[in-house]
């Protein structure tokens, strides 16, 4: 990728890099037995969906939009979960579903006659709670104590609702496969009985098998063994950040140098609460090419990175770099396309970032341009 060739601001896809990850992906399909969706919270560049359509035959989506978008741009009908179904807007949800979970017994009653009436015929589900998670970050914990999000066993009451024929959990973030064996233990311990009355279980998310270091051959040997256990259930996974892990950047500027009392700002050309939002809320670090996070006692070139809107919390903490920063200066943001692309915003009327994809053959591909309309139309 020749950054030199690249607009700023722009978010830049890697095809060979989506690639990549696809032919993985498709690898543990075929070899565990199993479907992998794509999850539209994590990517939704539908740009790119073609190529995605090569490698997975499916997604799931948690709202209308989505749904209407895996059936426009994914050319399938989507697999569609949410936290609760706008009644105004359930008859366009089945429209675009193929599968239908619900996330709690109420929401399910509520709808099932409504469903089971629908041609052609939609499969339904429950999400339900396991109660454990790996995820040491509440605001990503989906089975913290209270949590909202799925059916805890004891609201069963020994009995599945007649008409369910699957169930849904989602406890994992960017975890392991050692994190998907431990919460299958409690899965099975406490909804292992209904398991011979379904046709399918989802995983979930949260399942970093792109990731370099993950344990690739446990994925499979764990997906292996429970199918072995329950051979008439289709399994189902639905990663969101495996998909797009690594594949792309946020092309950035330098427009100013900031001092206040010895404290050096970089003012960029994109802004981390609204392009960037995950890194605040998160929190983490993005890391930065030619530069590094954790800069030693004594390092030169020390700048913190601000965003260009007005939000005083707007900025990152400082980057120690090789050289001295210049206005005109390119800062390229690493690993920039999951998650974070799905969660901009036009706050404070900063430019958003243009959207292109860095072909295979070496052509740069802006998909998307943003403007004054794209900011006007958000509002009334």
């Known amino acids: 990728m020749d950054i030199a060739k690249i607009p700023s601001p722009c978010f830049v896809l890697d095809e060979a890099l989506l690639r990549r990850n696809l032919r993985l992906i498709d690898r543990v399909q075929k070899e565990a037995g199993v479907q992998i969706i794509l999850a539209f919270k994590g990517f939704a560049m539908w ?105 805890v066993a004891e609201n069963f009451k020994g009995r599945l609702p007649e008409g369910v024929e699957g169930l849904h959990f989602h406890t994992l973030c960017e975890s392991t496969s050692y994190d998907l064996e431990k919460t299958l233990v409690y899965f099975e311990k406490d909804f292992g009985a209904f398991l011979p009355h379904l046709k399918w279980v989802n995983f979930g ?20 063994s429970f199918r072995s256990r329950y051979p008439h259930l ?19 500027t330098v427009l100013d140098i900031v001092q206040n009392k010895g404290v050096k700002t970089a003012i960029l050309d994109v802004s981390f609460t609204a392009h960037m939002p995950d890194t605040l809320e998160m929190p983490y670090r993005p890391r930065v090419q030619d530069a590094h996070a954790e800069p030693a006692p004594g390092e030169k070139n020390l700048y913190r990175l601000g965003g260009v809107s007005c939000l005083s919390g707007d900025f990152m903490t400082e980057y120690a770099f090789k050289k001295p920063l210049k206005p005109g200066q390119k800062i390229v943001f690493e690993d920039m396309i999951h998650y974070t692309m799905v969660k901009t915003t036009t706050f404070n009327g900063v430019t958003h970032p243009s ?26």
């Open 47 to 151: 740009s790119a969906f073609p190529i995605v359509r090569e490698y997975m035959g499916g997604a799931t989506a948690s709202s209308l939009s989505e749904a209407r978008l895996c059936f426009e741009e994914m050319k399938v009908k989507a697999h569609t979960y949410s936290v609760a179904y706008l009644p105004r807007e359930f008859g366009q949800i089945m429209k675009f579903s193929s599968h239908i979970t619900f996330n709690s017994i109420g929401q399910y009653r509520r709808y099932q006659k409504r469903v089971a009436r629908h041609t052609p015929k939609i499969s339904m589900g429950i999400r339900v709670n396991p109660g454990w998670s790996p995820v040491g970050t509440a605001l990503y914990n989906p089975a913290s104590p209270g949590s909202r999000l799925g059916e």
């Open 205 to 224: 998310g949260g399942h970093l098998m792109t990731r370099n270091g993950y344990d690739l051959e446990h994925l499979i040997g764990v997906l292996r």
């Open 234 to 252: 289709q399994v189902i996974l639905e990663p969101g950040s495996a998909i797009a892990w690594e594949t792309g950047v946020l092309v950035s």
């Open 355 to 380: 959207i292109a994809i860095w072909r295979e053959d070496g052509r740069l591909d802006i998909v998307r341009k943003f403007g004054y309309r794209d900011y006007k139309m958000r509002l009334s």
